[in-house]
């Protein structure tokens, strides 16, 4: 999962000139997530792994890694 | 007949072609085009050989920036001129002048200068200097570059390192349009026509609102900018999160400015507000493409009957937004960008500005947010930068544009507008209807 993920961030969203040197702790808004990109993010990550992602959660501690954006995702989709 | 073709150096993308035809309807109200400006205001005279010399180097590295836009057949071009125009322009105030007025009027008339289309030079640099008081104006005109890609060429002035500077690029296959264009197969383009085309039916059941006196002829661009103090910068940017979260940013501008045009006249004709705001393809952060338009217009739109509920209106404008990419209608204008591009100007115009349905205009303001401006540092050539705002001029009606940035921790607010549709006074009025907005808990 944080694979794909990763790949739609460096694909779409955001430039990073190393991006195998971004670890997944991270801070993907320095980095330049920005509102509209963490919005494309979560209708991506919606359709992909078939959760919802409840608005009241959007919030910087959940989007701010890979790890914290994998674990959020993780308990949803049960 | 045959055209001459040896002298092109690349054709126009579909998002080119959008704010080209923009340039056309403005030029067609006897304005001066779709002229755009960045402003910095600067705390001392910068180091001006240097500023001359990086210059010099940004036109060797983009030599587009010497290039003629011109009409080939049906399409459009940018095409090599016999001779180059100089790049850098240097005003420097009479003694005998009043600072500020020099400088605001010297801003004006470079927005406000009217020159043929294959004439006009793509880009230009002034320096306007009096004592006390300096501003470095960068002046585009629409078709040749978007905000995003202005934003990136500043960057590059700023950035001393010339190795760094080497990153600053051009696409290196299509333009971005292309690009995303090309990911969809023929159908899934056609569907996503299909969808955008819906969406703007839909947009246009309600008539937009506009605040201009349409019964006067433009004149010419007037602006008021408005820089506020990092505490009340501070403040909104709370607010900004705890109305519309973190995905949103932008609609709370859009929302505040929607309640503030509204609270000057509740009984002005319409339906709701609609404004478009673009959509930018390129990747945060992202140092190329600088040159050419990589966006897409997308809409908010609010009826009246729900501008005086503060929560149900950022509600509204979230859930607009979210539907938006939900239904992926972002990537759908892309095939309607395409397909207007082989329209004529004036066809194109009337399909970006008009509703199907009243034949009315479809925009109450053009709205920019470029969010916080990220050059390498706050100084500029020795000097450090203590302001920034953006221009542009507009159609028509709408005749206003609301045009926000953040640097170093403050806001401002740019409101650009046509006078005498609109005067300085009613715009003075509005401005603080907007703070009051912002600002309100």
């Not at chain 2, 383009?189 to 349409?214: E, G, M, N, P, Y």
């Not at chain 2, 006249?265 to 609609?274: K, M, S």
Request: with cysteine; hydrophobic share 40%; charged share 20%.
């Amino acid at each position: 999962m944080k694979q794909k993920i990763r790949e739609f961030i460096f694909n779409e969203l955001i430039f990073v000139a190393e991006p195998e040197k971004f670890s997944d702790d991270d801070d993907l808004l320095e980095a330049g997530l920005d509102s509209m990109g963490i919005m494309r993010l979560i209708m991506h990550i919606e359709d992909q792994f078939g959760v919802t992602l409840p608005d009241s959660e959007i919030d910087p501690d959940n989007v701010k890694s890979f790890n914290t954006l994998e674990q959020w995702v993780l308990q949803h989709q049960a | 007949m045959n055209t001459p073709t040896e002298d092109i150096i690349q054709m126009l993308n579909p998002s080119d072609c959008f704010t080209l035809a923009m340039d056309e309807e403005i030029r067609q109200e006897q304005m001066p085009g779709s002229q755009c400006g960045f402003a910095l205001e600067l705390s001392s005279t910068p180091d001006i050989t240097a500023i001359e010399q990086r210059i010099h180097e940004f036109g060797e590295r983009f030599p587009l920036v010497f290039a003629s836009l011109q009409q080939r057949g049906k399409r459009f071009f940018w095409c090599k001129r016999e001779q180059q125009h100089p790049l850098f322009h240097h005003h420097i105030a009479p003694d005998t002048v009043n600072a500020a007025d020099f400088h605001k009027q010297t801003v004006l008339s470079l927005l406000n200068h009217r020159q043929a289309r294959e004439t006009i030079p793509p880009l230009e640099f002034h320096l306007i200097q009096s004592t006390g008081k300096n501003t470095f104006l960068m002046r585009w005109i629409h078709p040749f570059c978007d905000a995003k890609g202005a934003d990136l060429i500043l960057k590059y002035l700023c950035t001393d390192d010339a190795e760094q500077r080497l990153r600053f690029d051009l696409p290196k296959l299509e333009p971005l349009v292309n690009q995303q264009l090309d990911k969809y197969k023929w159908w899934q383009k056609v569907l996503l026509f299909i969808k955008a085309k819906r969406h703007i039916t839909q947009l246009d059941t309600l008539q937009s609102i506009i605040h201009a006196d349409t019964s006067k002829a433009p004149k010419q661009l007037n602006f008021n900018t408005y820089t506020l103090s990092p505490e009340q910068t501070q403040s909104i940017n709370k607010l900004t999160r705890q109305h519309v979260g973190l995905t949103g940013t932008s609609l709370y501008y859009v929302g505040c400015f929607m309640r503030a045009l509204h609270k000057m006249n509740p009984e002005q004709a319409g339906d709701a507000y609609c404004t478009p705001y673009a959509f930018n393809l390129r990747r945060n952060k992202a140092l190329s493409p600088l040159l050419g338009n990589h966006v897409a217009p997308l809409f908010a739109q609010a009826p009246k009957a729900i501008l005086h509920d503060r929560a149900a209106l950022f509600q509204h404008l979230k859930q607009q937004n979210a539907n938006t990419l939900r239904e992926k209608l972002d990537y759908a204008f892309l095939p309607l960008m395409w397909a207007a591009s082989w329209l004529s100007l004036e066809q194109h115009g009337q399909k970006l500005r008009t509703s199907m349905r009243t034949g009315t205009e479809r925009s109450s303001f053009w709205f920019s947010d470029i969010g916080n401006v990220d050059l390498s540092s706050a100084s500029f050539f020795k000097t450090d930068i203590t302001k920034i705002y953006h221009l542009c001029q507009i159609s028509s009606p709408p005749a206003l544009a609301f045009l926000s940035c953040q640097f170093n921790q403050q806001l401002t607010l740019s409101y650009n507008f046509i006078e005498p549709l609109f005067s300085e006074e009613w715009i003075e009025a509005l401005h603080k209807n907007v703070l009051e907005e912002l600002l309100l808990e």
